[in-house]
């Protein structure tokens, strides 16, 4: 029920924001509705006050109390409603301009007598929402430490190696900067830190138990802290006397004392003498900067730390301490444990399919994996039993039968109750509407959030938002852009499952679409493709195209309840916020229009968008975030009605030339593409540049011989982010105009725009000398002004080091690709860059490139990507600050002579490319094992766009499970019919590309069959890419067959052939 609480809480937030705005206005038409409209405003502030008293306190509502929450949250959308159709846009200044005033106001004293009602029901049946009457202990029950195991995660699910590295960091003072016995006389403090439920705790268990460190720390305490902890005198005592407790033992009965001056001394003085191991269990920083002081420096004792948090479990450990990270279990270990805990007498192929879908929906996750493991034990197992398990695995939370899932469901739910603010927590609860295994972008998922209403502040607010998430192991980073921050990102697969099943459940994302929940949902997701293109897009844990099986699938192919949707009277009723649509517009949404409201409409992946609906799209007046695919090649200048737009992303479409009054548009601050300005003159110009643009991200603009840019680029005053592709010869009298506007733009000062500013200029081989073209005789001048830009990308042949590259004393960020130049003349003058802390250089080689002590002070990001394996120099001492190394060459054969990782102190990771040969990945491997920060290596891979001829980009290629890389896997197809084989050894794999060999197989060669003939016993002599007794048919032309897994084939012989001859199969992937 708390999310359900925090729901009904950010909405009402939202409301009560709009309506102070429009007391905040000043128009005559609502002088007699002042009273009114600030009884609504305070009332409505006030049942989210008591909501939020209702959250801090975890008490169990009573079903009166769930009644009039529900009722509040449809009053909430009512006002909401009301004053979108009524006030298009309020966040415009000046005096708001109301549609049939009359009817506003009859619409606000009808809305004032049903919250009057409403408020009269919830005293009458005394639905106190801040009662503690039943409140839970849940969140406060701690691990026990005398039960082995915790979690019941013990035996070890997949750690044997981490438990192994956290043995030798803790024994031999390994992980500081230090070594010897200096190192090992400085305290130091190793954190595990991983998403709740990962292990963490059973791990710290296993360590703490391990004789290895029982024999060298005569003294060891173990304390786990209550998810909410307190933090006056009395707490800070009792935290301390624990310690205390676990450290003298038994003679702890006599000599503890009681003030907390004593508690202090006592805890100092044993790990001063003694060798002391201390285990905070859940530590929060508040608790941590409390009993920091008390850890003397100078000592042999340890400290073992878990937490959810990284910004935490770093604090703690600096400075010389080692964070280790948890990672998610790797298939092979999730089957493992299973067979060892569930399946103890093998499995048949059918229970082998059944593991498969256990290791799928747990995806990697210890305490889920446990809780189901718990859950079967008993019962009488089949593969449809263990298959149903996981497919309602939430629905099982729930109900907690047995009380196997209770831990799972506490410990879920914690990461989400954990979050501070209701806007955390409904950003959190959104990001579960979109498919899973499918990583979103930081920018869609931030602009989406603003756009919403559920982040009251700005792109800067948002990606905070994000990067706190991040921080708590909740949403995981999955490919970092250049400056190390997320660039994609997705929740954890089962918190995403989870995370779903509550936002459904409080009709806050909602795939019902019966009459009784059609006024109720706000965000809807159509997927009405056909079964060979939806792909990867399930919502379920684990591979994509898993959660297109399960109950609660947020998409929905089912054409008739979408044409329930919009039948009748029904579709006045409907009030949806955002709408996204794969596959055909047409037969998803037969009239846009019926929703009058939406703010978020998202037809990236829309493969049909008609003329008729890109028309029905103009009329919708409140968007403000706007996505379309593929299928559009043109917009019209209708646009221009879509006054309260903010963000247009025209990436995936066709569209060449924008209309300019599109970028006039009052509120649109982000624009995506690469379009083309028609260039205007005359009394449009002068109308133009009198104007006020609010544009702040331009992404970009091609400019040619025609582009009207570079006359109004100068004029966007608050243009902070631009990406320019370059078309134009420099005899072009364009080429003088953009010069003459990028250097503006690098020179602005702080006073012209607000934050970090970002220049991305693509170069073709007439425009190289763009950055250095003449503007008269103050060309000299010009270049050396100090610039404020903070990001520089700069892709294409260039005559020389551009000058004023030099002058940008605030650079943070720089990107170099194929420029041509080499070696002193790349960096000239560029180590003087104090400030710089990315840096990334792309080349066919970087042989002549030294980089020596003293340059770049700052830099803590390094990519080097090259053709051929030739690396810079980089001198020992040099780059002290490095935190991420990433050397990307195909053909590099195992180390570097000339860069050695344990030069860099401060290094966290290095990337490789995905292609390495093993023995170079696992060269690497071992050499940053040495380190003593034990940096983590990372395989990227190399995506090609074909449209580019330039340098593609890398992205993360494999998952990163517990204790090894896999490879992503495949989209799964969907599938006719199954059969299984009986387990029998297989030849050796062999894959030819986009053949498949058949050859003879036990007591049938020589044999003619036809492929309606193939027997099972003949099938394992496929030579498979996977060890799997699995094999799927599909017979869609009576001809097909299915390979274990991951393919569909077509035979392509002739329908009769003789096994043990060649007969080859066409890869469908």
Known sequence: MEVAVAVVSAVTKSVVSKLLRVIEKRYKELKDLEGDIGFLHRELAMICGSMEVQISHKGQPSAVEILSMDEFRALAHNIEDCLDRFLPCAACEGELQIRDPRKFCHEIARLKRDLDAAHERKVRYNAEFGSAAAESNLDENPVDPENPGAYGASPAVGIEEAKQELCKSLVDGGGGGGSGQASRRKLKVVSVVGFGGSGKTALAWEVYNCPQ????????????????????????????????????????????????????????????????????????????????????NETESRILVTTTVNSVANACSLPDGYVHSMRSLSPEQSKDYLDKKVFVNGCSPDLDKGSTAIVNGCDGHPLALVSVAKALQGHKLTGDLC????????????????????????????????????????????????????????????????????????????????????????????????????????????????????????????????????????????????????????????????????????????????????????????????????????????????????????????????????????????????????????????????????????????????????????????????????KISGKKLTGFLQGKTNLQTLAGVVVDSNSGFPEVMVHMKKLTKVKIWCEIPSTDSNYAVLSKAIHKFAQAGMAT???????????????????????????????????????????????????????????????LTYTNLKGAELLAGLGNLKLLVCLKLVEVDLADLDINIGDFPSLQRLCLVVEKPRFPIIEHGALLRLVSLQLLCKDLVGLCDDIKVEWFEALEEVALDSMLNQQTIQLWENEVRKHPKRPRVILLKKVVDPTKTMSGKYVASRKVYNNCYTDTPQTRLQRSCQVTAPRVQSPAPRFLFDQVEVCSGPDVEDTEFTALDVKLDSLHSIHQTLSSPTYEYNWPTGEGLCLPHFYSCTIMKSPKAVLGLSCFLRIHL
Not at 213 to 222: D, G
Not at 239 to 249: Q, V
Not at 254 to 276: A, D, F, G, I, N
Not at 764 to 785: C, E, M, P, V, Y
């Open 387 to 678: 298959e149903k398990m996981i497919q309602n695995l939430c629905f099982r939370m729930d109900e907690n039968e047995n009380g196997h899932f209770t831990k799972l469901a506490q410990v879920l739910m914690n990461n989400y109750s954990s979050l501070p603010g209701n806007s955390l927590k409904t950003c959190l609860l959104y990001s579960s509407a979109f498919p899973n295994d499918r990583p979103v972008s930081r920018k869609t998922l931030t602009s989406r959030w603003l756009a919403e209403g559920y982040i009251d502040g700005d792109q800067e607010i948002a990606n905070k938002k994000l990067d706190e998430l991040i921080d708590r192991n909740i949403i995981r980073p999955v490919d970092p852009s250049n400056n190390g921050k997320a660039k994609t990102c997705e929740p954890h697969g089962i918190m995403h499952q989870f995370m779903l099943h509550k936002s459904m459940a409080s009709n806050f994302i909602d795939t019902s679409f019966g009459a009784k929940n059609r006024s109720n949902f706000r965000h809807l997701i159509i997927d009405n493709r056909t079964n060979g293109t939806t792909g990867n897009m399930g919502h379920g844990t684990g591979p994509a195209g898993r959660g297109r099986d399960r109950q609660h699938n947020i998409f929905s192919s089912l054409k008739e309840k979408v044409d329930n949707l919009f039948s009748g009277s029904a579709s006045k009723q409907l009030r949806p916020r955002s709408l996204t649509v794969f596959g055909s517009v047409e037969e998803a949404v037969p009239d846009l229009t019926s929703f009058e409201l939406l703010r978020v409409l998202d037809l990236k992946e829309c493969s049909v968008l008609s003329e008729e609906h890109l028309g029905q799209i103009y009329k919708l007046l409140h968007l403000k975030y706007l996505t379309l695919g593929c299928s559009v090649s043109n917009v019209s200048v209708e646009m221009e009605r879509l006054h309260c737009l903010e963000t247009l992303d025209l990436r995936k479409t066709k569209i060449e030339t924008l209309p300019m009054e599109v970028i006039t548009l009052p509120h649109l601050a982000h624009l995506y593409g690469k379009i083309k300005l028609k």
């Open 753 to 815: 725009a607000v934050g970090a500013r970002s220049l991305s200029l693509h170069l073709n081989d007439f425009s190289k000398g763009l950055l250095h073209h003449h503007q008269g005789d103050n060309t000299i001048a010009a270049s050396r002004k100090h610039g404020y830009l903070s990001s520089l990308k700069l892709q294409g042949s260039l005559n020389q080091s551009p000058q004023f590259v030099m002058y940008l004393r605030g650079l943070k960020e720089l990107c």
């Open 213 to 296: 460190v029982a024999e060298q720390f005569s003294r060891r305490a173990w304390v786990t802290l209550a998810s909410k902890h307190k933090h006056d005198v009395a707490a800070k005592e009792a935290l301390l006397k624990a310690i205390l407790e676990g450290l003298l033992g038994d003679e702890a009965r006599e000599s503890v004392p009681l003030k907390l001056r004593q508690l202090q001394q006592h805890v100092s003085l044993l790990l001063r003498t003694k060798r002391c191991l201390i285990v905070l269990d859940n530590i929060k920083m508040e608790i941590w900067d409390t009993i920091k002081p008390i850890f003397p």
